[in-house]
């Protein structure tokens, strides 16, 4: 049924995080357990509850190395501690029941709705449009087996796309690729501080030991505090038998006058106000183009005399003034001479309205004659006054207009 076919989903996304984590899917046999027990002691979408506290009448608690211990322990000869001890679980169950049955009718209810609608043609699915800038993921079309993610693990950015849709993709090595864009998948990224602490460092896998030269063993991997170099513990002499606390400074900044004191009086880095735009996204590039596109702009705003508090209006032109400070501002330069910066979200609440569309000339039907004299310049042009009103004519044009006009005329009496 429709429960057994979603605790396989789940099954199979539980295992495919496990095989990725471990590197290999040969003992995902091995994980089942664990994840049978996080199914059963998670809270459920369905009815608020977790299967373990529906079946026994009590919160799980997991792992047993933090099991809540009891004021006192029950004795197995005390049949009336069990018999109460029991009762207390079969009243838990009978008022976490009808709460869980009521959840779940709801979440039945939400569930057909959502599928006559997307059966009756009312739900369409949201197109991924990928812009530059934007982080993705590579969907892997060649898997071996269900237990792989569907995705490559690398995080790619997007440099353009062209209109047939494949995307130009830029790692972190810097090589470029063009996949397909029925190939990626968003990947949303956190902010990303570019100011490190160098106490807060993690080495890299491939961070070289200064007196071996290998990068293995990273659990016993010391970094300076001063200069970031990487030192296995049992590569300096003496040997280091336990992690030390604190700062520490390798030999050599030892020996260049370099301590530890030193180092802790130095000031913390801290991030500077304005952030480096390491990417900007798709989302904060709309943002800039709309901010943007109000430059020139004519502009019109209320404003209030402070000593006779009389009520008047400014006109003025907007200029944009890039970013500053990290958000984009505008610059009103108004016809009396003053000047103000304000925000984009102003600019656009005082836009200066069109000006209405002047009227259209028309001439009354009654007013034009029956038959047109054409013989002359000066009837030429009022002909067409009347048939366009508002044309203005060369003297030329309506000298060629009434040779054109006898020819035709001749033509007719002919």
């Given at each position: 049924?429709g429960?057994?076919e979603?605790?396989?989903?789940?099954?199979?996304?539980s295992?495919?995080?496990?095989?990725?984590?471990?590197?290999?899917?040969?003992e995902?046999?091995?994980?089942?357990?664990?994840?049978?027990?996080?199914?059963?002691?998670?809270p459920?979408?369905?009815?608020?509850?977790?299967?373990?506290?529906?079946?026994y009448?009590?919160?799980?608690?997991?792992?047993?190395?933090?099991?809540?211990r009891?004021?006192?322990?029950?004795?197995?000869?005390?049949?009336?501690?069990?018999?109460?001890y029991?009762?207390l679980?079969?009243k838990?169950?009978?008022?976490?029941?009808?709460?869980a049955?009521?959840?779940?009718?709801?979440?039945q209810?939400?569930?057909?709705?959502?599928?006559a609608?997307?059966r009756?043609?009312?739900?369409?699915?949201?197109?991924?449009?990928?812009?530059?800038?934007?982080?993705?993921?590579?969907?892997?079309?060649?898997?071996?087996?269900?237990?792989?993610?569907?995705?490559?693990?690398?995080v790619?950015?997007v440099?353009?796309?062209t209109?047939?849709?494949?995307?130009?993709l830029?790692?972190?090595?810097?090589?470029?690729?063009?996949?397909?864009?029925?190939?990626?998948?968003?990947?949303?990224?956190?902010?990303?501080?570019?100011?490190t602490?160098?106490?807060l460092?993690?080495?890299?896998a491939?961070?070289?030991?200064?007196?071996?030269?290998?990068p293995?063993?990273?659990?016993?991997?010391?970094?300076?505090?001063?200069?970031?170099?990487?030192?296995?513990?049992?590569?300096v002499?003496?040997?280091?038998i336990?992690?030390p606390a604190?700062?520490?400074?390798?030999?050599e900044?030892?020996?260049?006058?370099?301590?530890?004191?030193?180092?802790?009086?130095?000031?913390a880095?801290?991030a500077?106000?304005?952030?480096?735009k390491?990417?900007?996204?798709?989302?904060q590039?709309?943002?800039?183009?709309?901010?943007?596109?109000?430059d020139?702009?004519?502009?019109?705003?209320?404003?209030?005399?402070?000593?006779?508090l009389?009520?008047s209006?400014?006109?003025?032109?907007a200029?944009?003034?890039?970013e500053?400070?990290?958000?984009?501002?505008y610059?009103?330069?108004?016809?009396?001479?003053?000047?103000?910066?304000?925000?984009?979200?102003?600019?656009?609440?005082?836009l200066?309205?069109?000006?209405?569309?002047?009227?259209?000339?028309?001439?009354?039907?009654?007013?034009?004659?029956?038959?047109?004299?054409?013989?002359t310049?000066?009837?030429?042009?009022?002909?067409?006054?009347?048939?366009m009103?508002?044309i203005t004519l060369?003297d030329?044009p309506?000298?060629?207009?009434v040779r054109?006009a006898?020819k035709?005329?001749?033509?007719?009496?002919?």
């Open positions: 049924d429960a057994a979603r605790i396989v989903q789940v099954l199979k996304r295992l495919r995080k496990f095989c990725a984590a471990q590197g290999t899917a040969q995902w046999d091995e994980q089942l357990p664990w994840i049978g027990m996080g199914y059963n002691c998670s459920q979408a369905s009815t608020g509850h977790s299967p373990y506290e529906l079946l009448g009590s919160k799980p608690v997991i792992p047993p190395a933090v099991r809540e009891f004021e006192q322990a029950l004795d197995p000869g005390n049949v009336a501690d069990f018999q109460h029991l009762e679980r079969t838990d169950v009978q008022r976490l029941m009808p709460e049955a009521g959840n779940l009718l709801i979440a209810q939400r569930d057909k709705h959502r599928y609608r997307i009756g043609g009312g739900y369409k699915p949201r197109l991924s449009r990928f812009e530059a800038g934007d982080y993705v993921y590579v969907i892997e079309r060649n898997r071996t087996n269900m237990l792989q993610v569907p995705t490559r693990e690398n790619l950015r440099v353009d796309v209109p047939a849709g494949v995307a130009t830029k790692g972190r090595c810097g090589t470029e690729r063009k996949e397909n864009v029925t190939n990626l998948k968003p990947c949303h990224l956190p902010d990303v501080d570019p100011v602490d160098a106490r460092a993690v080495p890299a491939d961070l070289a030991c200064e007196v071996c030269g290998f293995d063993q990273e659990e016993v991997m010391l970094l300076c505090d001063g200069c970031g170099t990487g030192w296995h513990m049992h590569c002499k003496p040997a280091i336990k992690i604190g700062t520490w400074v390798c030999p900044c030892c020996n260049a006058g370099v301590n530890a004191a030193n180092i802790e009086r130095l000031p880095q801290t500077p106000t304005t952030r480096a390491i990417f900007p996204s798709a989302a590039r709309r943002w800039g183009q709309a901010a943007a596109s109000f020139g702009k004519r502009i019109r705003q209320a404003h209030k005399d402070p000593v006779t009389e009520k209006t400014r006109d003025g032109t200029r944009y003034l890039e500053d400070e990290g958000q984009p501002a610059m009103i330069y108004y016809d009396d001479g003053l000047v103000e910066k304000v925000t984009p979200g102003v600019v656009r609440r005082h200066l309205k069109d000006q209405p569309a002047a009227k259209a000339l028309v001439t009354k039907q009654e007013e034009l004659p029956d038959q047109w004299d054409l013989t310049d000066s009837t030429v042009k009022r002909a067409l006054t009347m048939v009103p508002g060369a030329a309506t000298a060629q207009l054109w006898s035709a005329q001749a033509t007719q009496q002919r």
